[in-house]
């Protein structure tokens, strides 16, 4: 069984009436990885995750979750992954700790001390009603109900909302303790920053198709960066315009800002040769820059 | 300037109060036609006090028996749940859902919101009259019945009024208290009540006064249908309602809202005092989350605390000692009632113990106590953890669907067993207080089938949630087919040649072979129980082939 993807899903397709909420997907999450699955609201994204959990049941195709069938084993299934749903809702009139309660009784029970261990590291407090506690709050006792298990594979639909950033980089380290257990996640997301820390590979999808499939580092020199550079002396713009990945170049005396995607280093290479560098900043292309990326690819 | 709120209101509910009025100018229909074909002379020969109970004129026709047995039972009621579901929901539903902090995030006052929503009870409460009215007007000319002699319109205006005075107390709790569950919970109490006591107290010599203080005599005490309209009491109701508005309104004004926070209850009170810590926590912390279905039976306590009450001491132990009480000139005249006439109210015979029991407790009163728990359930089963999106948590654990379902039809199956056992002894010590030497046997085979009945309904609601996943198809769907059953078992045995058809829904098999005379009808045991299986499995055939629900 341990020789099995993680997830595997062929030519896997949803309809909704008329619309195509997922087309065709293939994707193979391996063993031991964490796999960003990328895409805007309304993508796709929480269809593939409901499917494969036969929540609900595919209009063509199929998919695996570590070897067994989605729908026929879904209850084997079940024993191996921890899931955390998007817009996470749970009993409200329960307290934290009667919630995990409930789902350890399901699972035949759990180790507490790795749950009270998964509590202190995201300081969640398990004694209120969780219909008390504030968004982040409430999601803490949603990730804790999904690692608590050691399950062989995390499902994560949007896992760090209104988490603050501490605990978030907490979370992070946790996905990757995960995955260096051997274990997988898999980590669906709209915030590319996080994705890029932690996920070895992405996915994305946009309308239903599974667009690209990278690895982070690939995705990084691929992004769009806009990157302001600082000289000790007045440069000229002849220097940077031809340089390969360069666009938009704006100077004004010592200040240069321009659009890149490529390898950093030929571009510093290029620049510290002639002039002396005095400072750098790059601002990260968000999420919509990188789809116009694969767009502008896929047309051409 | 009232227009947003209104209308948003108005057409989240108008569906819900245009299907409640079909339904019933349906079961008027079905009612006016079978008395069409029966001979009347049964009724007209009743001795007066008799007419007086069951609401018929000393020259009664078909026009006037039809109103009279749908129009001001059904009917009302069925309009008055309506309003005052509304009334509950107006304030403190949008407090649940934490939807009014955003309402009122906008320039427009509390004062505007209430308003809103109590134009609202009024205007949708006055659709379902005019319905029920057009109704009334239209099943008559259809079937070629005459009505010269009835007032539709002076019964409308007392049914529109008693069902805006349940809908603003609803309100005006809803107002004052933030609780949905809590406003609709106390009407319900009063509707309940008041319902029971106008039938049953002119009965008894010495309590015949009391009838004053119960609402619902000022809607049906004057007969408006034969009588029209007594404005004394519309005064008295309109006197109670401008209370309630004005309640209202300090009340929404004048406190705090809520925020999505849960009410503490008693177990919760008593895991946090130090004391009693340690006892509640084995008790009712992790036992109530042991199963799902220890979860399912620990969330409806409340209700089901409540109706056992109603049914072990009210409708058990009380009713007994009554009978002794009750005027004697009508037990006397009670050998001239037809066989047939009183199936209606639940097929009793006043002249007996028994007979007695089942008209004020059997007849309607425990099919609707055990439907309530049950049908809770059976609702809130799927279409509730899938409404409040818990559905997809629950079963991405290693359970199947078939296992939720059959655990949730445990917990069902529980309170429909605790509300029996609390009815079983109520009526038995009833029966004991008040020496009437019923049978206990008897008792308990009447309970049993009761039970049974509730179960089934309680089935029907958990197969529609399994079908669609949504609470509200579930629950009306239910109240509908329940509805027409009893009609139908009221109704279709008067008409000979429809008699056989009454066998074809599931309210026969409770009362039909007298359960309470005669001893446990197994056959009729074995057909409900088979009734209720057979929808338990069509529930986990139906859940098993569907998508669940994405977060409505």
Redesign the interface.
Known sequence: MTDNPAILTEKLTKHYGDVKALVDLDLAVSRGEVFGFLGPNGAGK?TMI?TV?????PTSGRASILGMDTHAQS??I??H???V?G????????TGR??L???A???DGVDWSHVDELADRLDADLTK?V??LSTGNRQKV?LI?AFMNKPELLIMDEPSAGLDPLVQREFQKMMREVAAEGRSVFLSSHTLSEVQRVADRVGIIRGGYLIAVERVANLRSKAMRTVNLLFAEPIDPGVLEPLPGVSDVVVENHHASLTFNGQMETLLQAVTNRYKLLDISTQEADLEEIFLTYYEEAGS | MLSTVISKTFLDRWKGEAIGAATLVVLFMMGMSVYRDIDLSIYTNLPEIFRALMNIPADADVGALAYGAIYTSYGALTLTSLALAMGSASIAGEERDGTLGLLLGNPKSRTYVLVSKAANVILLTGLGSILLWLGGLAVPALLDVNITGIDVGALMLHMFSIAVFHGFLAVAISAWTGKNSLASGITIAVMVLSFFAVGILPLVESLADGVYAFPWYYFSGSQPHVNGVAWGHLAVLWAGIAVFAGAALVGVNRRDLRS???GDGIVDRLRSHPLTQKVVERLA??A?????WT?TAS?HQGVLIVVAYVMFLIMGVLIGPMYNAIDEALIELAGVFPEGVLALFGGGDLSTPEGWYQIETFGLMTPIAFMVVTVMIGSRALAGEEA???M?????????RSAVILEKTMAMVLYAIVVAVALFAGVTLGSLVGGLGMSVGNIAAATVLGMLLGLVFGALSLALGAATGRVRASVYGTIGVALISFVANGFLPLAGNLEGLAKWQPVYYYLSSDPLVNGMNWLHGAVLLGLFVALVAAAIALFNRR??R??A
């Open positions: 929480t409901r959990l036969d929540e609900i049941r209850v084997e079940r024993n992954i921890g899931y749903p817009d996470l809702a749970m009993y409200p009139n329960l009667d919630t309660t409930y789902f009784n399901l699972r009603k219909g008390d949603g109900q | 999505r926070e849960q912390g992790s109530r989350v042991s199963r799902i979860k969330e409040s999106r818990t997809g948590l629950l079963l991405a654990n290693p359970v199947k998508d669940l994405q977060a």
